[in-house]
């Protein structure tokens, strides 16, 4: 039973460009949500996607956009990308409950 | 708005001796406490949990504690050992709506060999 699978790793990007994260959720699960985590900070919840929708945004900018499919995987896309937002993107997955899992992130460098 | 403070931000402790981090939740439609170890370069583990019709809940070596009056909670790990060293961050979720975590900041755990 594989858990949850981000790709890619780790990520360089130059500012004003564009990036998309993937996220595969644990099996059996159909609600993914998108955290970011700043250096020595904890998660913050970007948003979460249930059946295809985003069901609750937390306080990020349009720049942050996403997109559920009928596999309940997940893509976070990040526009004209800004210095700060540097950071490991954490995808967790759930499946009707509160328990969340979460997968091993993708560290993104923005330069 | 939603906030979880927690506290404190380093801890280090002898080997064998025990640790307590502790939390403070604003919302009061919280309902579930997810304490979650994150490890250097790795994804944050989920050790314990509690819900909000629990006072107390324990794991072997680490327990949790809720006081829902003062929107308090606590982790307790007891005889600690150096591999318990890591990241730990205690997290609230509302019942309402989407269950999203509002995490606190962290608290760095060192375990002195």
């Known amino acids: 039973d594989a858990g949850v699978t981000q790709s890619p790793t780790h990520l360089i990007k130059t500012r004003g460009q564009q990036v998309t994260l993937r996220c595969s959720p644990k099996?059996?699960?159909?609600?993914v949500s998108w955290y970011q985590q700043a250096l020595g900070q904890g998660p913050q919840f970007i948003f979460q996607?249930?059946?295809?929708?985003?069901?609750q945004r937390g306080n990020f900018p349009d720049r942050f956009s996403g997109h559920q499919f009928p596999n309940y995987s997940s893509e976070l896309n990040v526009n004209a990308l800004l210095l700060g937002d540097s950071a490991l993107y954490l995808c967790?997955?759930?499946?009707?409950?509160?328990?969340?899992?979460f997968g091993p992130g993708t560290r993104l460098t923005v330069t | 708005g939603e906030n979880v403070e927690q506290h404190p931000s380093t801890l280090s402790v002898q080997e064998g001796d025990s640790a307590v981090i502790k939390c403070t939740y604003s919302?009061?439609?919280?309902?579930?406490f997810p304490w979650y170890k994150q490890e250097l370069g790795k994804r944050p583990q989920l050790i314990i949990d509690?819900?909000?019709?629990?006072g107390e809940k324990k794991d072997q070596r680490i327990a949790v504690t809720l006081n829902k009056t003062a929107k308090h909670f606590s982790l307790h790990i007891t005889e600690t050992q150096p591999e318990d060293s890591a990241v730990y961050f205690c997290?609230?979720?509302?019942?309402?709506?989407?269950?999203?975590?509002?995490f606190g900041t962290g608290t760095r755990l060192k375990v002195l060999a």
């Open positions: 099996s059996g699960h159909d609600t």
């Open positions: 509690i819900r909000s019709n629990v």
């Open positions: 967790a997955s759930s499946g009707g409950g509160q328990k969340q899992y």
């Open positions: 919302d009061s439609a919280s309902n579930y």
């Open positions: 996607y249930y059946e295809e929708e985003e069901r």
């Open positions: 997290a609230a979720s509302s019942a309402s709506g989407t269950y999203k975590y509002i």
